[in-house]
């Protein structure tokens, strides 16, 4: 029998639906009214692609709000112009899950505070920052302060985060769409590169990436931060499987296809950080009592005659790779060369201004081609950028910045090792599945910058919020063990 509150909140809800269709309808109409009809087809998809983010947004809710998140975030390729800014698919889908937020904890259904931690604060300060540089020190504020909201728009997900997920329950869900939107990514990636090779197609596909060597980006911003995203979700499906007895069919098969998508982004970066990433999971599972040879070899086993399987294609190329670096001569390897000119342009502007840096994304408007040496690679009509990212940071926001940033990851490190030591069985896999991809990208991310970037907030969230609901509720660490 429904009690007068449920029936109320149901016709609620009904009515709130048929305020944002109607909403919707009437947003169409106006765009068919005012467009040109060129554009009337881009206008139709973009209103039909926002109905459906949101309704997903709004349904089982907060599962649909975070697959709205991850889903988006693993597309930042995705883009377009809205009043003069460069919008990508994340920004749009990040505002309709803050409105979905808004309207259901204006209906006492949701708090939106959380219980802040210590390093929270400094990232709230890193992101003021970015504000205060951009208004005060920039050579043009109103282009870097549009840019500093955008970066602050994508790092919403850290927060959205924290406020949809306030559970061990919630916390394991939300890996999981984290770990198959990967594998989905990966997946996808495999079939643009096997496409390329086979029909000479070039969809998913950077044909000059590598010189002559094409890349794989998928649905990512580009080719090494696709290798980034699978192979951090690689890392965290070895974790699950060395330390969770469940499910270990899924997350065996889940490891073979984000690895193979790794390995075909021949990116160098990620052929680094993927073996010690995964020597750091080893070691917290050899620690924990979960290192099992008789578990370790059948998936290796499996992973290694995946990858002779598409070796024929990838076997000359991983060598190729790295044939083109020589010390001695830095400038034989493009990309390298490419990369380390402009990042000595970016030094140049520090030591202009260190405290403060100069804005958000301000090497956008320090870049000249002739501002390189004699020889640079790099293409000329390609916006600069700077591939480091505390160099990044700190062009950006100063030493100031750059210290509130390496302040906020050092009190959440703390908070995650503490929650590690005292954590045992699937709490303990789910933490050091997060760790253990935190450092993959640590190590990558000074090859390619990504902190600007959606996925990489909704995956330090997801760690920010184990690490506060664990040494909140010591007494559950092992709930869903037993479970």
Same mark, same amino acid.
């Given at each position: 029998?429904?009690?007068?509150?449920?029936?109320?909140?149901?016709?609620?809800?009904?009515?709130?639906?048929?305020?944002?269709?109607?909403?919707?309808?009437?947003?169409?109409?106006?765009?068919?009214?005012?467009?040109?009809?060129?554009?009337?087809?881009?206008?139709?998809?973009?209103?039909?692609?926002?109905?459906?983010?949101?309704?997903?947004?709004?349904?089982?809710?907060?599962?649909?709000?975070?697959?709205?998140?991850?889903?988006?975030?693993?597309?930042?390729?995705?883009?377009?112009?809205?009043?003069?800014?460069?919008?990508?698919?994340?920004?749009?889908?990040?505002?309709?899950?803050?409105?979905?937020?808004?309207?259901?904890?204006?209906?006492?259904?949701?708090?939106?505070?959380?219980?802040?931690?210590?390093?929270?604060?400094?990232?709230?300060?890193?992101?003021?920052?970015?504000?205060?540089?951009?208004?005060?020190?920039?050579?043009?504020?109103?282009?870097?302060?549009?840019?500093?909201?955008?970066?602050?728009?994508?790092?919403?997900?850290?927060?959205?985060?924290?406020?949809?997920?306030?559970?061990?329950?919630?916390?394991?869900?939300?890996?999981?769409?984290?770990?198959?939107?990967?594998?989905?990514?990966?997946?996808?990636?495999?079939?643009?590169?096997?496409?390329?090779?086979?029909?000479?197609?070039?969809?998913?596909?950077?044909?000059?990436?590598?010189?002559?060597?094409?890349?794989?980006?998928?649905?990512?911003?580009?080719?090494?931060?696709?290798?980034?995203?699978?192979?951090?979700?690689?890392?965290?499906?070895?974790?699950?499987?060395?330390?969770?007895?469940?499910?270990?069919?899924?997350?065996?098969?889940?490891?073979?296809?984000?690895?193979?998508?790794?390995?075909?982004?021949?990116?160098?970066?990620?052929?680094?950080?993927?073996?010690?990433?995964?020597?750091?999971?080893?070691?917290?599972?050899?620690?924990?009592? +979960?290192?099992?040879? @008789?578990?370790?070899?059948?998936?290796?086993? !499996? #992973?290694?005659?995946? &990858? *002779? /399987?598409? %070796?024929? =294609?990838?076997?000359?190329?991983?060598?190729?790779?790295?044939?083109?670096?020589?010390?001695?001569?830095?400038?034989?390897?493009?990309?390298?060369?490419?990369?380390?000119?402009?990042?000595?342009?970016?030094?140049?502007?520090?030591?202009?201004?260190?405290?403060?840096?100069?804005?958000?994304?301000?090497?956008?408007?320090?870049?000249?081609?002739?501002?390189?040496?004699?020889?640079?690679?790099?293409?000329?009509?390609?916006?600069?950028?700077?591939?480091?990212?505390?160099?990044?940071?700190?062009?950006?926001?100063?030493?100031?910045?750059?210290?509130?940033?390496?302040?906020?990851?050092?009190?959440?490190?703390?908070?995650? +090792?503490?929650?590690? @030591?005292?954590?045992?069985?699937?709490?303990? !896999? #789910?933490?050091?599945? &997060? *760790? /253990?991809? %935190?450092? =993959?990208?640590?190590?990558?991310?000074?090859?390619?910058?990504?902190?600007?970037?959606?996925?990489?907030?909704?995956?330090?969230?997801?760690?920010?919020?184990?690490?506060?609901?664990?040494?909140?509720?010591?007494?559950?660490?092992?709930?869903?063990?037993?479970?």
């Amino acid at each position: 029998m429904e009690t007068n509150v449920e029936m109320s909140s149901r016709v609620q809800t009904r009515w709130l639906n048929t305020f944002l269709v109607s909403g919707e309808v009437l947003l169409l109409g106006w765009l068919l009214a005012t467009e040109d009809l060129s554009r009337v087809g881009l206008s139709l998809l973009g209103v039909i692609g926002a109905i459906t983010l949101l309704t997903v947004a709004s349904s089982r809710f907060p599962l649909g709000a975070l697959w709205v998140m991850v889903v988006s975030a693993a597309m930042p390729r995705f883009a377009g112009t809205l009043l003069g800014l460069h919008v990508r698919a994340e920004h749009v889908a990040i505002g309709l899950v803050a409105l979905v937020v808004a309207v259901i904890a204006g209906r006492n259904r949701l708090r939106l505070s959380f219980e802040p931690r210590t390093f929270d604060y400094f990232l709230i300060a890193y992101i003021a920052l970015n504000c205060v540089a951009s208004a005060v020190t920039s050579p043009e504020p109103r282009m870097t302060l549009r840019w500093a909201a955008l970066s602050a728009f994508a790092m919403g997900p850290y927060f959205l985060v924290r406020i949809l997920v306030r559970s061990e329950e919630m916390l394991f869900k939300a890996l999981d769409i984290m770990l198959w939107v990967g594998a989905a990514e990966a997946a996808y990636g495999v079939i643009c590169f096997l496409s390329n090779h086979i029909l000479s197609t070039t969809f998913g596909i950077e044909v000059e990436q590598y010189g002559f060597i094409p890349g794989v980006y998928g649905t990512q911003y580009e080719t090494n931060l696709f290798g980034s995203y699978t192979a951090c979700c690689a890392i965290m499906f070895l974790a699950l499987f060395l330390m969770n007895d469940s499910r270990r069919g899924q997350y065996n098969w889940g490891f073979a296809i984000t690895s193979l998508g790794a390995v075909i982004s021949l990116s160098r970066s990620v052929f680094v950080a993927l073996p010690i990433a995964g020597l750091l999971v080893l070691w917290i599972a050899q620690k924990k009592g +979960r290192l099992r040879l @008789r578990g370790v070899v059948p998936l290796f086993v !499996g #992973l290694s005659v995946l &990858l *002779l /399987a598409v %070796s024929p =294609l990838v076997v000359d190329l991983i060598p190729e790779r790295f044939r083109t670096i020589y010390l001695s001569d830095i400038s034989s390897d493009n990309t390298t060369w490419e990369r380390l000119a402009q990042m000595a342009v970016a030094v140049e502007d520090v030591q202009a201004h260190p405290l403060l840096g100069t804005g958000t994304a301000s090497f956008h408007l320090f870049y000249d081609p002739d501002d390189f040496p004699e020889g640079f690679a790099g293409d000329a009509d390609k916006p600069g950028w700077i591939s480091n990212t505390p160099l990044r940071i700190l062009h950006d926001t100063g030493v100031i910045g750059l210290v509130c940033f390496l302040l906020f990851l050092a009190f959440l490190l703390v908070a995650v +090792r503490a929650s590690v @030591r005292r954590a045992s069985g699937q709490t303990a !896999g #789910l933490l050091t599945a &997060l *760790l /253990a991809g %935190s450092a =993959l990208y640590a190590i990558t991310f000074q090859a390619t910058e990504a902190t600007m970037l959606a996925f990489t907030w909704i995956h330090v969230g997801l760690l920010a919020a184990a690490a506060s609901i664990l040494q909140e509720e010591p007494s559950d660490l092992d709930a869903c063990a037993s479970a």
